[in-house]
């Protein structure tokens, strides 16, 4: 008896988790990205995409430069800079669901921010995506990175 007990709660503490996500759609680029249950959209332009959620907020624009992936790490952290971002650590390379570039970490206005720079694979695009998230959370950086992993180039 306890064993089926337990294999019902934790089937429905597996069905709610999965259900506490929704895909997003940047729909002028058909880019997607997983976010909690709690995000809005505030804004679905061709130029930008936006959400906030609780503690939260993702940004991603069209970065109007043609870098080359070799060039990426460079161009990233320069980004950060040039946003004014502090505390910049190295470059991170990801390869995320054919999507390839780099992302750094580091902190403005108080908050800490994962800024990545990807390349749209067939296409002249790249794409920059910020998450901005308050550094004593001990979870945003790992949801952070979860939405990161996330974005995917719709077909």
Same mark, same amino acid.
């Given at each position: 008896m306890k064993k089926l007990l337990l294999s019902i709660a934790l089937l429905i503490f597996i069905s709610v988790s999965a259900s506490a996500q929704q895909q997003f %759609?940047? !729909? =002028? =680029?058909? %880019?997607? @990205?997983? @976010?909690?249950d709690d995000f809005k959209v505030?804004? !679905?332009t061709d +130029? +930008?995409?936006?959400? +906030?959620?609780d503690g939260m907020e993702v940004y991603v624009d069209v970065w109007e430069e043609n870098i080359a992936v070799e060039d990426m790490d460079e161009a990233v952290a320069k980004y950060a800079l040039n946003m004014k971002m502090t505390e910049v650590d190295a470059a991170h +390379? %990801?390869?995320i669901n054919g999507l390839d570039g780099f992302y750094v970490e580091g902190f403005k206005d108080g908050d800490r921010i994962m800024l990545a720079g990807l390349i749209v694979p067939n296409s002249h695009t790249n794409i920059v995506v910020e998450i901005n998230f308050d550094?004593?959370?001990?979870?945003?950086e790992k949801d952070a990175l979860a939405i990161l992993n996330s974005i995917k180039k719709l077909r």
């Amino acid at each position: 008896m306890k064993k089926l007990l337990l294999s019902i709660a934790l089937l429905i503490f597996i069905s709610v988790s999965a259900s506490a996500q929704q895909q997003f %759609v940047w !729909n =002028y =680029y058909k %880019v997607a @990205l997983t @976010l909690h249950d709690d995000f809005k959209v505030t804004k !679905n332009t061709d +130029e +930008e995409f936006r959400a +906030e959620g609780d503690g939260m907020e993702v940004y991603v624009d069209v970065w109007e430069e043609n870098i080359a992936v070799e060039d990426m790490d460079e161009a990233v952290a320069k980004y950060a800079l040039n946003m004014k971002m502090t505390e910049v650590d190295a470059a991170h +390379e %990801v390869h995320i669901n054919g999507l390839d570039g780099f992302y750094v970490e580091g902190f403005k206005d108080g908050d800490r921010i994962m800024l990545a720079g990807l390349i749209v694979p067939n296409s002249h695009t790249n794409i920059v995506v910020e998450i901005n998230f308050d550094d004593k959370d001990t979870t945003a950086e790992k949801d952070a990175l979860a939405i990161l992993n996330s974005i995917k180039k719709l077909r």
